[in-house]
């Protein structure tokens, strides 16, 4: 079924051959890796109930302590 699937891909003029299709599939692949790592890392960095204006005033006070502000 996948060399039929491949063959149709390069019949409907897409793509000149098997070998682009496979390069393309690869692409879009790594393309979804990198996609599915920057999603897993954001959920992993935690949400805040906090609001703007707390979360203001916690970098600020952390500032104060570095000697920033």
Partial sequence: PNDEWLKAQVDS???TSKSDV???LIRKAREIEVIRAKLIAAELSGFS???PEEML???KEKA???GRL
Avoid: L, P, S
């Fill in 22 to 24: 496979v390069n393309d």
């Fill in 64 to 66: 104060r302590q570095n």
């Fill in 57 to 59: 005033q916690g970098f």
């Fill in 49 to 51: 109930d906090k609001t």
């Fill in 13 to 15: 003029e897409e793509y």
